[in-house]
T-cell receptor, first 114, second 113 residues
Framework: QQKVQQSPESLTVSEGAMASLNCTFS??????FRWYRQHSGKGLEVLVS????GEKEEGSFTAHLNRASLHVFLHIREPQPSDSALYLC??????????????FGKGTKLSVKS | AQTIHQWPVAEIKAVGSPLSLGCTIK??????LYWYWQATGGTLQQLFY??????VESVVQLNLSASRPKDDQFILSTEKLLLSHSGFYLC????????????FGSGTRLTVL
């Protein structure tokens, strides 16, 4: 069964400093990775999707995937206080089936201080 | 543009009482629909998914049921709530297929006392 772990549990950075979040997964067949964020008490907002090794940039968010090491990273460039939220890593396998079943990590709580 | 609306925003219910949570998706025909649940301090886990009207698949058994009475509507319900049902319920939609992005609603906070 897929296990997804995120680190650190919480992270505080100053406004404008790079924030780096880590996600590890256990199933080597995984090939579908997404980063979401959740502001307190709200729904999830998709930030970036990545399907092959390397980097994928969406605005100030860059995902970096290394499937051999079972890691996917999220880097947030010049974060603002409004970026303070819970960041969730979601992993799945593109099996061709009809269920987009995501396995989520517990999240990293990011606080950006001005 | 697609919109997803969940109701209610929050519920406080007694153990043993019934529950009905709803979700409506506008602007997308025949989407896949999902229910996810997040216990306090826990991880999000998928409960149900549906690829078409009238068809719902259960992923995790939590003494809950789901129905899709219309193409754009997904309902989560139970006749008897348990304390363990407390948490945050999220509805999501995606394009058909197993590898599409899930787009989530704003959720319902359920507290069972």
């Amino acid at each position: 069964q897929q296990k997804v772990q995120q680190s650190p549990e919480s992270l505080t950075v100053s406004e404008g400093a790079m924030a780096s979040l880590n996600c590890t997964f256990s199933d080597r067949s995984s090939d579908n990775f997404r980063w979401y964020r959740q502001h307190s008490g709200k729904g999830l907002e998709v930030l970036v999707s990545i399907f092959s090794d390397g980097e994928k940039e969406e605005g100030s968010f860059t995902a970096h995937l290394n499937r051999a090491s079972l890691h996917v990273f999220l880097h947030i460039r010049e974060p603002q206080p409004s970026d303070s939220a819970l960041y969730l890593c979601a992993v799945s396998i593109r099996s061709g089936g009809s269920n987009a079943k995501l396995t989520f990590g517990k999240g990293t709580k990011l606080s950006v201080k001005s | 543009a697609q919109t997803i609306h969940q109701w209610p925003v929050a519920e406080i219910k007694a153990v043993g009482s019934p529950l009905s949570l709803g979700c409506t998706i506008k602007g997308k025909s025949s989407p896949n629909l999902y229910w996810y649940w997040q216990a306090t301090g826990g991880t999000l886990q998928q409960l149900f998914y549906s690829i078409t009207v009238g068809q719902v698949e259960s992923v995790v058994q939590l003494n809950l049921s789901a129905s899709r009475p219309k193409d754009d509507q997904f309902i989560l319900s139970t006749e008897k709530l348990l304390l363990s049902h407390s948490g945050f319920y999220l509805c999501a939609w995606s394009l058909p297929g197993g590898s599409e992005t899930l787009y989530f609603g704003s959720g319902t906070r359920l507290t069972v006392l």
